[in-house]
């Protein structure tokens, strides 16, 4: 069994310092780029940091870490991912979830076929993607209701009706 839950969480990538007093230049990888806002905990290195203050550059957040600074702590960061644990993920609307819970989960057929593991989510305007690995090779399994037909964490799996020409 396979478990749904990940200690941590990652929202954001240091890239790189950003100017000399301790500031971060971040990519976030979240859906709620609100999780940076002043005084939220985030952690770096899974030890706790207290986010000082937020700007926007260039379609890049900037923020200021509260024990952060100086440009060489702020260098020693570069390339650290930004995480918030897992009690702080914001409750889904029934049956949505996060990316991190469908990643790993095995890709059955309503006939009991198994096709592989999601090992990744392409992710487009009208519906996302799951790339599903297995003996077939890759397959991409649109996520939309009249394909995925459950979703179930605790037994890691997602069960699919295939339409024609999914399959190879």
Same mark, same amino acid.
């Given at each position: 069994m396979k478990s749904s839950k990940l200690e941590f969480v990652t929202i954001g990538q240091i890239l790189a310092p950003w100017g000399v007093k301790g500031k971060l230049? #971040? &990519? @976030? @990888?979240?859906? !709620?780029?609100?999780? !940076?806002?002043?005084?939220?905990?985030v952690y770096v290195n899974r030890q706790p940091a207290t986010i000082d203050s937020t700007e926007w550059h260039k379609g890049k957040l900037i923020i200021k870490l509260n024990q952060i600074d100086t440009i060489e702590a702020a260098q020693r960061l570069r390339g650290q991912p930004i995480e918030i644990h897992y009690r702080q993920l914001y409750p889904l609307p %029934? %049956?949505?979830?996060?990316?991190?819970?469908? =990643?790993? $989960?095995?890709?059955?057929?309503?006939?009991? %076929?198994?096709?592989?593991?999601?090992?990744? #989510? $392409?992710?487009a305007e009208s519906n996302d993607n799951y790339v599903v690995n297995g003996a077939?090779?890759? =397959? $991409?399994?649109?996520?939309?209701d009249d394909v995925v037909k459950s979703v179930d964490l605790d037994s890691g799996r997602i069960? #699919? %009706?295939? #339409? &024609?020409?999914l399959l190879p």
């Open positions: 230049k #971040i &990519e @976030v @990888v979240t859906d !709620f780029p609100q999780r !940076f806002a002043p005084a939220s905990k %029934e %049956e949505q979830y996060y990316h991190f819970q469908i =990643i790993g $989960l095995e890709a059955w057929t309503t006939q009991g %076929e198994l096709l592989g593991k999601v090992t990744e #989510i $392409l992710t077939r090779g890759e =397959i $991409l399994i649109p996520a939309i069960t #699919i %009706e295939p #339409i &024609e020409g």
